[in-house]
């Protein structure tokens, strides 16, 4: 799921921490302009923090990262604020505030999919800002949760301004979540975006600013509303084929839903192709397509069909899969002019394939070495531990 940045002189949009690459001595870089891959923290430092929050945001920050990225959905009185879902029983204490218990939904559909829950287009900001973000993911810190707060964008914009000092420029990388079943709510988030970013003064090529989605007809229309930023079109798949070290491709997440409300038959696995990706430079800059799209991973099976455990923890998972020769994405990425920004790296073990024994840094460095653009990671500090390696081997 993400113009030439050579060609463009974009390297303005996270100046001091994409220069000096490219010269000095070392080897020539491969990413599209030469410069260091961009560390973007995902969800600000979300392995820490609970995600999305200024807390988060800032730490992120004081980690190093060179950008920091929000999920955009909206209130019920439109205002942009930053989670990943509308659903709000997934990353806030929604469900222990009994004044909202008469708000949960049953079978609410999402892009398809039926949740249950209670959703922030029945919530004022005022509302939601009385709710405390929770850690979504059992296995990071949860002595934080609910101490901190769901930001607006315009929140996160004057921070990442307030932190862009000493030469130090933080982009900001929002996504639009859910676009059309925003627009169905009679919540559109395009042209509040694009109203925020004007406002903000980075309304242009140059602005430290990447605006994402996996619907493309969100990105077109901004496009054709005057926005200026970089562009980035997502690329999922469903889950990881280990059988044939594919990727399958199951609803939600077979084709991005404007396409599936369209009739369109084509799955995300199209964009990846040459054309596919020539129609994504009509409109973006860059794709951020999801990593196995660039290192594959495989399974070995025994005479019966059966996976192998290999690293022998009696489970069969991502952690007995085997990397396999990379594609040629980046390379036919770079070719028409896009820049490639995969996602999303993460520390824990059960994240990483076999290869990687358990290092997260042996898989970022083997993505650097392959020549992608930037990285989104919910660990901002190992991916830039992993950068400086990379580039120290790179003679830098
Ligand atoms: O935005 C990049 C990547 O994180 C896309 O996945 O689901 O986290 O928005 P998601
Ligand atoms: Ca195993």
Redesign the pocket.
């Known amino acids: 799921?993400r113009i030439s940045l050579k060609a463009t002189g974009l390297v303005l949009a996270c100046a001091a921490a994409l220069a000096g690459c490219g010269g000095g001595g070392g080897k020539p870089l491969l990413t599209l302009d030469g410069a260091k891959p961009l560390v973007i923290a995902?969800r600000g430092a979300s392995g820490y923090l609970p995600e999305e929050t200024l807390e988060a945001y800032a730490k992120a920050i004081d980690l190093g990262a060179d950008c920091i990225?929000p999920?955009l959905i909206s209130t019920k009185d439109g205002v942009l604020i930053a989670r990943?879902d509308p659903n709000l029983a997934y990353s806030t204490d929604v469900a222990s505030h009994p004044e909202f218990a008469n708000r949960k939904r049953v079978d609410w559909n999402v892009d398809g999919e039926l949740q249950t829950g209670w959703f922030a287009h029945d919530f004022t900001l005022a509302e939601i800002k009385t709710l405390g973000a929770i850690a979504t993911d059992v296995e990071r810190p949860q002595q934080y949760n609910g101490q901190f707060k769901v930001v607006t964008f315009q929140e996160i914009i004057d921070l990442a301004k307030s932190r862009s000092v000493g030469g130090r420029v933080i982009s900001v990388y929002p996504?639009t979540k859910n676009p059309t079943y925003h627009r169905q709510l009679g919540l559109p988030l395009e042209d509040k975006l694009i109203a925020q970013l004007t406002a903000a003064g980075w309304n242009r090529k140059d602005a430290p600013v990447f605006v994402?989605s996996f619907e493309p007809s969100s990105l077109k229309y901004m496009k054709s509303k005057g926005l200026q930023t970089k562009i980035v079109q997502?690329i999922d798949a469903d889950d990881y084929d280990f059988k044939t070290g594919g990727l399958s491709y199951a609803p939600p997440y077979d084709r991005p839903y404007d396409w599936t409300l369209a009739g369109d038959k084509r799955l995300f696995s199209d964009m990846v192709t040459p054309a596919g990706l020539a129609e994504i430079k009509t409109y973006a800059d860059g794709i951020?397509p999801w990593k196995p799209y660039i290192v594959p991973i495989k399974g070995e099976f025994d005479a019966n069909g059966k996976m192998k455990d290999l690293n022998g923890d009696g489970k069969v998972d991502l952690q007995d899969g085997r990397t396999q020769p990379p594609t040629s994405l980046i390379a036919d990425a770079h070719k028409a002019g896009l820049f490639v920004h995969p996602?999303?790296f993460r520390n824990e073990k059960r994240r990483l394939a076999f290869d990687y024994a358990g290092n997260p840094q042996a898989e970022y460095l083997q993505f650097y070495r392959l020549g992608v653009d930037g990285v989104?990671s919910d660990f901002t500090d190992t991916a830039l531990a992993a950068r400086d390696a990379y580039l120290r081997e790179m003679g830098y």
Request: hydrophobic share 25%; net charge negative.
């Open positions: 799921m995902h990225e999920d990943h996504e994402q997502l951020g996602y999303t989104f």
